[in-house]
């Protein structure tokens, strides 16, 4: 059941033979997400089980860029996106350092992510909750996301909740101090929101904040080296 809440080549096919192999289009119902609703993002929230790939399809430009990432409250499932003509896959999850992407579309047309079961996973033969957040924005977004300094500092006086991952649906895993520092670990596009990954200086905790409370700042000087 699905709920819509509006809100490299070759190593990679090599990887994904080590999952459940995802139905093709033909051989599973598409999911379209409704084209007006990936501005600036949608969640879309599902339960599946071990016959399940459910694919989501949409459509974008060329250089547009695919922002989605994936959460749930227990062990995650993972997903895939390729062009819907095609079987080539253009990220897969299990090869990333987090179950999320921003992905700049190689070419206009229509796109296919598709959500399957580890193989762990299928092995304990019960259902899995998850939530998908999916957005299309602007080309240019991904190399903005991908910049930045090397450092952050929260700006204002009030400690802020660092999260699990990218949005406010995520636990919290720590609070982050009015001014303090963290090496900036990437960021990331969640439902038209700009998120930042970091880890704080002194207690190496590592957490995602909204990126409109951080500011770029020096490294400080009393810094112990980070864990890489």
Same mark, same amino acid.
Request: one cysteine or more.
């Given at each position: 059941?699905?709920?819509?809440?509006? &809100?490299?080549?070759? $190593?990679?096919?090599?990887? @994904?033979?080590?999952?459940?192999?995802? /139905?093709?289009? #033909?051989? +599973? !119902?598409?999911?379209?997400?409704?084209?007006?609703?990936?501005?600036?993002?949608?969640?879309?929230?599902?339960?599946?089980?071990?016959?399940?790939?459910?694919?989501?399809?949409?459509?974008?430009?060329?250089?547009?860029?695919?922002?989605?990432?994936?959460?749930?409250?227990?062990? &995650?499932?993972?997903? $895939?996106?390729?062009?819907? @003509?095609?079987?080539?896959?253009?990220? /897969?999850?299990? #090869?990333? +350092? !987090?179950?999320?992407?921003?992905?700049?579309?190689?070419?206009?047309?229509?796109?296919?992510?598709?959500?399957?079961?580890?193989?762990?996973?299928?092995?304990?033969?019960?259902?899995?909750?998850?939530?998908?957040?999916?957005?299309?924005?602007?080309?240019?977004?991904?190399?903005? &996301?991908?910049?930045?300094?090397?450092?952050?500092?929260?700006?204002?006086?009030?400690?802020?909740?660092?999260?699990?991952?990218? !949005?406010?649906?995520?636990?919290?895993?720590?609070?982050?101090?009015?001014?303090?520092?963290?090496?900036?670990?990437?960021?990331?596009?969640?439902?038209?929101?700009?998120?930042?990954?970091?880890?704080?200086?002194?207690?190496?905790?590592?957490?995602?904040?909204?990126?409109?409370? &951080?500011?770029?700042?020096?490294?400080?000087?009393?810094?112990?080296?980070?864990?890489?």
């Amino acid at each position: 059941m699905t709920r819509f809440t509006p &809100l490299r080549p070759l $190593l990679l096919a090599a990887v @994904a033979l080590l999952a459940p192999a995802p /139905l093709h289009a #033909e051989e +599973a !119902a598409a999911i379209p997400l409704p084209s007006e609703s990936l501005v600036p993002g949608i969640l879309v929230s599902g339960s599946l089980s071990v016959d399940d790939t459910p694919h989501y399809t949409l459509s974008g430009a060329q250089g547009q860029v695919l922002s989605v990432d994936l959460g749930g409250p227990g062990a &995650l499932p993972d997903f $895939l996106i390729r062009e819907a @003509a095609k079987s080539e896959i253009l990220f /897969l999850s299990t #090869e990333a +350092a !987090a179950p999320l992407t921003d992905l700049a579309l190689p070419e206009p047309g229509d796109y296919v992510i598709e959500v399957f079961l580890t193989p762990a996973l299928a092995r304990q033969n019960a259902p899995v909750d998850y939530d998908l957040a999916v957005g299309l924005s602007p080309a240019g977004v991904a190399e903005a &996301l991908a910049g930045g300094p090397d450092w952050w500092q929260v700006t204002g006086s009030q400690a802020l909740t660092l999260r699990a991952g990218p !949005a406010e649906r995520f636990a919290p895993v720590g609070v982050a101090e009015g001014g303090a520092v963290g090496r900036n670990d990437g960021c990331h596009l969640n439902m038209g929101m700009r998120w930042c990954a970091l880890q704080l200086a002194g207690s190496g905790l590592r957490g995602w904040l909204p990126g409109s409370a &951080l500011a770029e700042t020096a490294a400080p000087s009393d810094a112990a080296p980070m864990e890489e």
